[in-house]
């Protein structure tokens, strides 16, 4: 999996690189901002998914590459807001000094909004089969608008430092709407966009989204239990934030153990829902078990 | 003239109203904010354009709508993170608390971000012509983008408080390109988008494309003229700002009058671009000369 991963990483890295204004466009300083927000090692987790899923229904790599590399725009443009100082105030991103730090606040709201922005214009522009440009663009938009990623946002932000002492059920609801918006709208449309491009049925795309979803809320409290288990050095961010923060997590809600055992059955789940594709799931299922194992 | 646009302004309204989510949609805080940003109140002129520029055509104003809206999705997006401390930081717009006042950073930050993604879902999924919606969404995105105006607000940023003598000619170059991307590209693209809703054949869309340039120009001129004279009232946000913070004006570089006669210049050219469509465009060219004598 690893070796499969590194070579699908090189081939999105390649395309956004192709995508990306160069550093040297009038003007430059938010050119710059862009590339190094974008460029930066990230584990293109949701363009390796949309081409994997692609190369599920036989569709090649290059003709969902254009939606790949807009959910890689999207992910990216969310995190250089995410860390604003207004935000979660991060320093530090996949080891590297944060996009406002470098570049300061301003450039760094505005390359966000670019990004977003470069997102839609890229599937637009290069999405070879024009017939399905404008659901592709309204599934996206709504993955990551005010009821998907946004929202999602929104919560994350609503429910940190909240003195309330809610009931647990209650948190256990807004925690999992949380997931659903901040992190497996995207993860999941990812995997369906994917899917449209590649004319796949009704059936195939419900079983896809199951997946994703999966996948999608699973990834997110691996993430979470990574903020509390790992070190600085291998997550290439600061780690312990949530906890300092007061931020509302499953490791926080029900304890570490649990958490790991939940990310688990989601992945489970996951999996199962590939079975309608027989042995040609192999890889999809073998990328959720991954997830679970990872260490960034 | 007055009575033609508020006639469309309120049509306008009605529709922006229409395609925004409720206000109890959850999470509510979100679109509480993204209405309250978006319903208040603006003069609606890039979505007015675009509908004149489509009764050119003979085009409804039904036909033109969605993307109406979704240019004055932009417009609010790009006030309500421009009015950001780390950007203008301004607390008054159109008459009101901008949104950061009233709902804080964040949730700042976030509705300007939903709002850019909004837009594109509304044309990707509310235009008619579905054949002419990745050609719309690209000219949109393109015209929004760090080429367009996001590129122009990366020079506005860096020519306020500019300590360097640098000669008048190149301050001049500086200012019109700034001026091209920050407010001309958008209202280019208001006009061209309706054009080529309308099939507008190649030689019309240019002569459109001249006249919404020339009157995206003379408009910029003569918004920075009117914080200079104009009083808080009229104006409907903070006056004297550009002044307080150095930034780079027509007024600041060549004086009122000058700059005065440079926007006169602008409209006539716009209104020349127009003499192919005979006495169709009257409308239009109204618009150019009611616009350089608004008083906010």
């Known amino acids: 999996m690893e070796t499969y991963l590194s070579t699908k990483r090189r081939l999105v890295n390649q395309a956004l690189n192709k995508y990306l204004l160069p550093s040297f466009t009038f003007p430059e300083t938010i050119h710059q901002a862009i590339r190094y ?21 036989g569709v090649t790599n290059n003709k969902v590459m254009p ?55 890229i599937v637009a522009e290069k999405i070879q089969h024009k017939k399905i440009i ?31 002492p809610a009931p647990a059920g209650h948190k256990k609801r807004v925690l999992e709407q949380m997931h659903l918006r901040k992190t497996a709208a995207m993860i999941t449309v990812s995997a369906r966009g994917a899917a449209l491009i590649s004319n796949a049925r009704q059936k195939q795309l419900s079983a ?3 997946y994703a979803r999966n996948l999608g809320l699973s990834f997110q409290i ?62 999809l299922k073998q990328l959720a078990d991954y997830l679970l194992i990872r260490k960034r």
């Open 37 to 57: 927000s974008v460029l930066n090692g990230g584990k293109r987790l949701r363009a390796i998914l949309a081409l994997m899923t692609g190369e599920l229904f």
């Open 67 to 121: 939606f790949a590399c807009a959910l890689e725009f999207i992910h990216a443009y969310s995190l250089v807001h995410d860390d604003l100082p207004a935000m979660d105030n991060d320093d530090i991103r996949r080891g590297k000094p944060t996009c406002h730090k470098v570049f300061g606040e301003p450039i760094a709201i505005l390359s966000g909004d670019a990004l977003l922005t470069l997102s839609f214009q």
């Open 134 to 164: 404008p659901e592709l663009i309204s599934e996206l938009a709504r993955a990551a608008g005010s009821v998907g990623m946004i929202g999602g946002q929104v919560l994350d932000i609503e429910n940190e430092n909240s003195p309330n």
């Open 208 to 210: 896809i989204t199951s």
């Open 222 to 283: 691996v993430d979470d239990i990574l903020d509390i288990s790992s070190s600085k050095n291998n997550l290439g961010k600061t780690p312990g934030k949530d906890v300092k923060m007061n931020k509302l997590t499953y490791p926080a809600l029900i304890g570490l153990e649990r958490a790991n055992k939940k990310a688990k059955r989601l992945v489970e789940k996951a999996k199962k829902a590939l079975d309608i594709f027989g042995k040609k799931a192999h890889l």
